[in-house]
């Protein structure tokens, strides 16, 4: 776990962050005293308020999510602890409207149960008419384990608070919000996983629970519990066991709701340190694993932050089994509009709704170019050239990769690797024809497609610039010279886009001294050693473009331009020469 901190000092930290909330969103106010966010008066009509709220450390919720069309106001506590009765009382009885009625909603933890029923039955005594709603969704901890305390309360709460919070919008009356709002919760599983469990500002540090390399907590809590085990697992896997403990109707320790409903709501949900990319392939796992074994296709499906554990890293799946609640569905009330920094449904109801399948189907003038040219090569000699080269790059991959890691962020050697393994795989799978321009034409989406970053596009611009400088020569078998002059060409391309020239610490360095050489002499070994020299030279050369300008440091002393080296690997094996400086 992470124990760095901007803000170690814990109430520092949670007041900071709840002012933050009146200066992103205008229509909310804070009482500092009892740690209230709470939506600021208006004139519009009085509705049902909805209160909600726990410990903090679990942002967005629940202050994130005070605004029109959810919660009217959320009470937090310290860190990871329950907000006191007082401070919920003050938040039922003076911070929200209660002309209409207060609906209390609370995850079903002891100390947020107490504290919040506490002020519920206050304010009822108080004459203000009140109803509380306790969330329990978790499935990670069981039947047997949970005894009577039931099931945690975790990230399918937010689909709870905002479906009552868009039929008090509505102007429904209290029953019926507290009716929708116990329906909810009443279809709703979730479960957890994560790598490793969180620090928590201002508390010592602990290893008692970490977690190894590897492994994985499944049914982690959102203060830190344990789950229901941990194991050593990969994606798929670690889904199809969460999915399994949502809806295997066979495991009576966990079957609590059968999704059956023809509109089931999905929530991926953030638990802190997951980044987006990642979100995006956990979310593409599990939509896939939903359809292909339990034939579930969600009619919405939510992905990001709604209900952290810090900074946790892990995620959470919540499942719907949408319910008539005798009124507008709960699919509606989801996609009914809301104005809180912490609901994301970016996506409108009318374009779920739209189903639109439809697809542009592509064309590429490429395909002209892989018609035979008649520039011709012995096919053997031609494999075995690419073979050399590319096998070269490879194996220099290791000491690219140092490089790179030196004065660049460590991709250069991975790139030309993954590009280099790539065209392999297709001149063994589309065989080569002997005719240069065709072969080339189909090596180049291979780069295209699996060379990233801006070496990528610079070999893809190359290539391309040298499939229409091969177009113009007459047919017959290519010359030294003929290979220089098509080259030369593409340099000449490549300069348009780039300002790189020798000198400036780039592959460039590398490769005008191969097409200078090659053109004056016609030998490739003499070509490719002069394109070794220039990246050999590159050391110590101060950077003028590329990563390299922005690490600074004195590594460009140390180490060779990884991108000017990787190129003369490749033209040292395209000679048959060894690449070892």
Not at 42 to 47: E, F, G, L
Not at 228 to 255: E, F, H, N, Y
Request: net charge negative.
């Amino acid at each position: 776990m992470s124990s760095k901190h901007f803000i170690s000092d814990p109430t520092k930290l949670v007041n900071d962050a709840l002012h933050s909330l009146t200066i992103t969103n205008p229509t909310v106010a804070l009482d500092a005293d009892n740690k209230i966010i709470y939506r600021r008066p208006t004139n519009a009509p009085s509705q049902v308020s909805l209160l909600s709220g726990g410990g903090s450390g679990h942002e967005p919720s629940f202050a994130g999510m005070v605004g029109p069309g959810i919660l009217s106001a959320a009470v937090a506590g310290t860190i990871f602890a329950s907000p006191s009765a007082e401070q919920v009382r003050n938040g039922v009885i003076s911070r929200v409207d209660t002309e209409k009625g207060v609906l209390v909603v609370v995850m079903n933890y002891t100390g947020d149960v107490l504290s919040f029923g506490m002020a519920v039955e206050k304010a009822k005594a108080a004459g203000v008419e009140c109803e509380m709603v306790v969330v329990g969704d978790d499935v990670g901890v069981g039947r047997a384990k949970g005894g009577k305390v039931g099931r945690r309360g975790i990230a399918g709460t937010v689909l709870v608070i905002k479906i009552a919070g868009a039929l008090a919008a509505q102007g429904k009356p209290l029953s019926e919000v507290a009716k929708a709002a116990r329906l909810t919760a009443e279809n709703l599983v979730s479960v957890g996983a994560s790598l490793d469990h969180v620090h928590v500002p201002g508390r010592a540090i602990s290893t008692e629970h970490t977690l190894e390399a590897g492994e994985v907590e499944i049914g982690m809590g959102i203060h830190n519990e344990d789950g229901s085990g941990r194991a050593k697992i990969g994606l798929p896997d670690l889904v199809k066991t969460m999915l399994s403990q949502l809806l295997d109707q066979s495991d009576k320790d966990r079957a609590f709701v059968d999704v059956k409903s023809n509109q089931v709501v999905l929530l991926i949900n953030n638990l802190g340190s997951v980044s987006v990319l990642e979100m995006g392939g956990i979310t593409t796992e599990v939509v896939s694993q939903l359809e292909s074994t339990y034939n579930i296709k969600p009619a919405r499906v939510l992905s990001g932050m709604y209900m952290t554990s810090l900074n946790g890293l892990g995620f959470s799946i919540s499942l719907l089994n949408t319910v008539d609640i005798g009124g507008p569905s709960m699919i509606e009330l989801l996609d009914a509009p809301s104005e809180a920094p912490g609901w994301a449904a970016p996506i409108q109801a009318s374009t779920w709704e739209a189903k639109n399948t439809a697809e542009r189907t592509s064309s590429s003038k490429l395909d002209e170019a892989k018609k035979p040219s008649g520039q011709t090569m012995n096919v053997a000699d031609e494999k075995s050239a690419l073979n050399s080269a590319l096998e070269a790059v490879i194996a220099a991959e290791p000491e690219v990769t140092q490089y790179d890691t030196v004065v660049g962020d460590g991709d250069c050697g991975i790139g030309l690797k993954r590009g280099a393994e790539a065209v392999l795989k297709h001149i063994s799978t589309s065989p080569l024809t002997g005719d240069v321009l065709t072969d080339l034409a189909g090596i180049v989406p291979v780069i295209e497609n699996n060379m990233d970053g801006t070496s990528g596009a610079l070999y893809a611009i190359f290539l391309n610039a040298l499939v229409h400088a091969l177009q113009a020569p007459a047919p017959g078998a290519l010359t030294p010279q003929t290979w220089a002059a098509a080259l030369q060409q593409s340099c000449d391309a490549l300069s348009k886009y780039t300002p790189a020239r020798p000198g400036d610490r780039t592959l460039v360095d590398a490769l005008y001294p191969f097409v200078e050489i090659l053109g004056k002499t016609g030998s490739l070994a003499e070509a490719a050693n002069a394109a070794r020299k220039a990246a050999v030279e590159t050391k110590g050369m101060q950077a003028s473009l590329g990563r390299s300008v922005y690490v600074g440091g004195s590594g460009f002393t140390q180490v060779p331009d990884p991108g000017a080296w990787g190129l003369s690997c490749l033209f040292l094996g395209l000679a048959g020469l060894p690449s070892k400086e």
